[in-house]
């Protein structure tokens, strides 16, 4: 296991991983679509958008926090046709090593956030004095990456806890679900469609023709929305679910079938692509070893 402190030095799931950034930005960033290896913990603070996670999509105020689970697609949209707002947020990377290397007298703070996941929950409306410690030990965290000095491990590692614990006792509280927004209606019955359909066959003439659109008007209308094609999406969503079957226990020789993929080399020229390495290779990262 490595022990990394930035992304730029490219952790994998199995890397002792934490790092906080803030940010502030005059206008609506576009990203495209994206899935990290690792949790990410989002703190809205300022701006007009929507966040769709999965086929879910958000409206975020201040005060809330998100729970980005390990492979899920995740993406900002934004909430107004004006996009010339100041934007700002914090959010924290942390895999699920560094999350365990906190287990301590039969305690963990992994639980909760992977019942959180498994539950498809992810937006978190946070009592105030919760919030402000939240954010003020990732701010220190975020900080920290600009200096050392004696401790700093250690007292990183105290706001780390502090951070998940008093998430996690906000998961354990608040279980009812939040209510969802929309794109626009034709957009989210073709994006909920690949969602749960991903395991079939699926082209843009297919799904332009099941839900009466013209397929250039659909492929227009998608990629404005979500910053990428609908064959890019389609592809994120199969590998992004490979990955975590990957994890779990499928064989990458097996689960090119389970991810709508009717070839193995078809499936693996797109997760090279995607993420710069075979199947195996990422199997032989999970279990730290080299790839045969």
Avoid: W
């Avoid at 980005?68 to 699920?96: C, K, N, V």
């Avoid at 290397?101 to 956030?113: R, V």
């Avoid at 659109?213 to 994120?236: M, P």
């Amino acid at each position: 296991m490595r022990y990394i402190s930035r992304e730029t030095e490219h952790p994998t799931a199995i890397d002792y991983y934490c790092e906080a950034t803030q940010t502030t930005q005059d206008h609506f960033p576009r990203i495209p679509a994206h899935t990290h290896n690792y949790y990410e913990v989002y703190i809205f603070l300022n701006g007009f958008v929507k966040i769709a996670i999965e086929d879910q999509i958000y409206n975020v105020k201040y005060g809330d926090i998100m729970l980005f689970p390990p492979y899920t697609i995740h993406q900002l949209l934004p909430a107004s046709d004006d996009t010339r707002f100041e934007y700002r947020r914090i959010y924290m990377y942390i895999t699920e090593p560094c999350l365990s290397s906190f287990d301590f007298n039969g305690q963990s703070l992994l639980p909760p956030i992977q019942q959180a996941a498994q539950d498809k929950r992810y937006l978190f409306h946070i009592p105030k004095e919760d919030f402000e410690q939240i954010y003020q030990a990732m701010y220190l965290l975020f900080r920290s990456k600009k200096t050392d000095y004696y401790g700093k491990e250690m007292l990183n590692r105290s706001r780390i806890i502090q951070i998940i614990t008093l998430l996690n006792k906000n998961i354990q509280m608040n279980t009812e679900s939040h209510d969802k927004t929309h794109i626009t209606p034709a957009i989210d019955d073709v994006f909920t469609y690949i969602n749960h359909h991903y395991q079939e066959p699926l082209s843009l003439d297919f799904l332009a023709k099941r839900f009466f659109l013209n397929k250039y008007t659909l492929s227009k209308l998608f990629k404005e929305q979500l910053q990428l094609t609908v064959h890019e999406y389609i592809t994120l969503k199969r590998i992004s679910t490979a990955k975590l079957l990957i994890k779990e226990g499928t064989p990458p020789s097996k689960v090119h079938l389970e991810v709508g993929y009717s070839n193995y080399s078809t499936f693996f020229r797109a997760f090279k692509k995607l993420e710069n390495s075979s199947p195996e290779q990422f199997l032989a990262q999970l279990k730290n070893e080299l790839p045969q």
